[in-house]
């Protein structure tokens, strides 16, 4: 994961040149962490307060930037500043399944966001989309570790066009998603309709919200 570091720095740049070119700035969600780049806008309100909620957000964003131990981290502190903040626990399980990449959650790991999972659904109060969000991640670690990860992902993906089914106006739901149908891809498909259709979708949300880090990320990874 360490590796990642130079990789997303590279798409980090991508991506703001891809902005620049727009006429548009990468906007900064709260802390510069080493990049290259600030870390772009999500929108991502919860039931969670100020403290935890500036935490969430960047978390958020590293997450849609694949930079997923910094992720973590920023979770875990959402969870320090508010323990019964649910979707503190939502995003560091997140950060333990990396759809484009092939590396499964270890077996600690996967006991460690089983655990998340079960200390989402128990914390706080959360509103019918958080609950959504917690089904979503829930869904990948229901699936089990001893099959293969494929069959996980398949009900990760499942997850999100549940959430963007019934939030049809999330963003950042439609992101994950979009994240979801291009790692559950064909590769047999040489069409690459699905990626077409992820990338359509991506596009849509970065005319919409142009320094989302999530919506430049997913383009670049639909069409690579």
């Known amino acids: 994961m360490k590796a990642c570091k130079a990789w997303c720095g590279s798409v980090l740049v991508a991506a703001a040149t891809i902005a620049q070119a727009a006429g548009q700035k990468v906007a900064d969600v709260s802390h510069e962490h080493g990049y290259g780049q600030k870390l772009g806008s999500v929108r991502f309100p919860t ?19 694949m930079t997923y131990e910094d992720a973590g981290r920023a979770f ?9 903040c649910a979707m503190a626990y939502w995003g560091e399980a997140m950060t333990y399944i990396h759809p484009l ?3 499964p959650p270890s077996a600690e790991n996967f006991a460690r966001g089983t655990q998340l999972v079960s200390q989402a659904r128990q914390r706080g109060q959360k509103s019918a989309r958080e ?9 990948y670690y229901a699936a089990g570790r001893p099959a293969p990860e494929s ?3 398949v009900a990760f993906d499942q997850g999100w066009q549940r959430v963007t089914q019934q939030h049809p106006d999330d963003p950042e739901a439609a992101l994950l998603h979009v994240l979801s149908q291009i790692a559950t891809a064909d590769p047999n498909d040489r069409t690459f309709a699905r990626q077409a259709k992820a990338g359509e979708r991506a596009e ?7 320094d989302h880090p999530g919506a430049h990320h997913y383009v670049i990874h639909a069409y690579d």
Request: glycine share 4%.
């Open 131 to 139: 609950n959504a969000y917690v089904a979503a991640v829930e869904a």
């Open 204 to 210: 849509a949300i970065l005319a919409r919200l142009p």
């Open 76 to 84: 875990a502190a959402a969870a320090r500043a508010e323990p019964d």
């Open 47 to 65: 039931s969670c307060g100020k403290a935890a909620q500036e935490r969430l957000d960047e978390g958020l964003a590293l997450l849609h930037h």
């Open 101 to 103: 990449w092939s590396d």
């Open 151 to 153: 069959k996980n992902l």
